[in-house]
């Protein structure tokens, strides 16, 4: 009879766990930019938490018990060399633990760029950011979210797709007819892609992002150390020095750029840890935490 018991209250725990998150479509009418519908997200390998084809973008939602809410809320944008998604390793799990701790959060699937799929792919990701900031911002209140204390998180290409969001928001590239700010209010970079500069760039996400031969303008615009303005918002970074896949200095010169301008900025480089630390080595979720705590 007890362990009959323990079944039911284990299935009714389940329950509420599967109903605190949901899948929303990002956009509520037509996707920007994209050439045709195609198939659907597209997992690869199948069960891997890993996506090659998105399609149709999507928001993942966390949200924390209530009285552990600290009205902070994140935009988490995986990795993957904007070839594939890290859904589960980048994405759902620190959303998870994000939630844990009192923040919001919000796993974004976006659209990785595709001649094929989208008129313009260097803007295809960005507009998609973009749209993910507006809808949480427009959505606060049901969430109970300061609006004013929404953040975006990336790892690798996705904290080149973060750090893009942060400093390429004056220009809304989606329709935002209530002018909603798209402005983060602090950026999390983990291991980021920064540039697109031939010395520092990690090559097969510019290759991927803004094909194989970009023009100077193109590659400046998309090297976010030189977008960085007194307005960017403030920054956490973190990455290894022995990082062999993305040179660390994309770091350092994003640390230096944000410093000259006088944006509130922590850097945190460790040791060693090589590119994709996460859930491997060091409690960088802990020293995030506390700045979190300290600076929103």
């Known amino acids: 009879m007890k362990s009959k018991n323990l079944l039911i209250a284990l299935a009714i725990l389940f329950s509420l766990q599967a109903k ?5 479509p990002l956009y509520a009418g037509p996707i920007p930019g994209a050439k045709a519908q195609g198939p659907e997200v597209t997992e690869t390998p199948a069960g891997s938490g ?10 993942e939602i966390y949200l924390p018990e209530k009285d552990k809410a600290t009205g902070a809320a994140v935009i988490v944008c995986a990795g993957g060399g904007y070839s594939v998604i890290v859904y589960q390793g980048e994405g759902v799990s620190n959303a998870k633990e994000l939630a844990k701790n009192g923040v919001a959060a919000f796993v974004l699937k976006y659209r990785l ?6 008129s313009d792919k260097s803007i295809g990701p ?3 950011a973009q749209q993910a900031i507006k809808v949480v911002r427009e959505r606060a209140a049901e969430w109970g979210i ?3 204390k929404i953040g975006i998180m990336g790892f690798s290409a996705g904290g080149h797709l973060a750090s893009t969001a942060a400093t390429h928001y004056t220009k809304s590239l989606i329709e935002n007819s209530k002018n909603t700010s ?24 510019r290759k991927q992002l803004l094909g194989q031969s970009p023009t100077k303008e193109l590659v400046d615009l998309y090297s976010n150390e030189l977008q960085v303005d007194e307005n960017t918002p403030k920054a956490w970074i973190a990455q290894a020095a022995d990082d062999n896949t993305v040179d660390v200095d994309n770091s350092i010169v994003y640390f230096e750029a944000l410093r000259h301008k006088k944006v509130p900025v ?8 090589g590119h994709g ?9 802990s020293i995030l935490l506390k700045w979190m705590q300290v600076s929103l």
Request: hydrophobic share 40%.
């Open 126 to 128: 960005l507009q998609d």
């Open 182 to 205: 798209l402005r983060p209010d602090f950026q999390i970079l983990v291991y980021p892609v920064i540039s697109m500069q031939d010395n520092l760039t990690h090559k097969d996400s």
């Open 266 to 273: 922590e850097m945190h480089i460790f040791p060693k840890g």
């Open 50 to 59: 890993m996506y090659r084809v998105v399609i149709k973008p999507t928001l």
């Open 146 to 148: 300061n609006p004013n």
């Open 277 to 285: 630390f996460v859930g491997r080595q060091y409690d960088w979720m």
């Open 113 to 118: 760029p595709s001649d094929a799929a989208m």
């Open 20 to 24: 605190s998150q949901e899948i929303i």
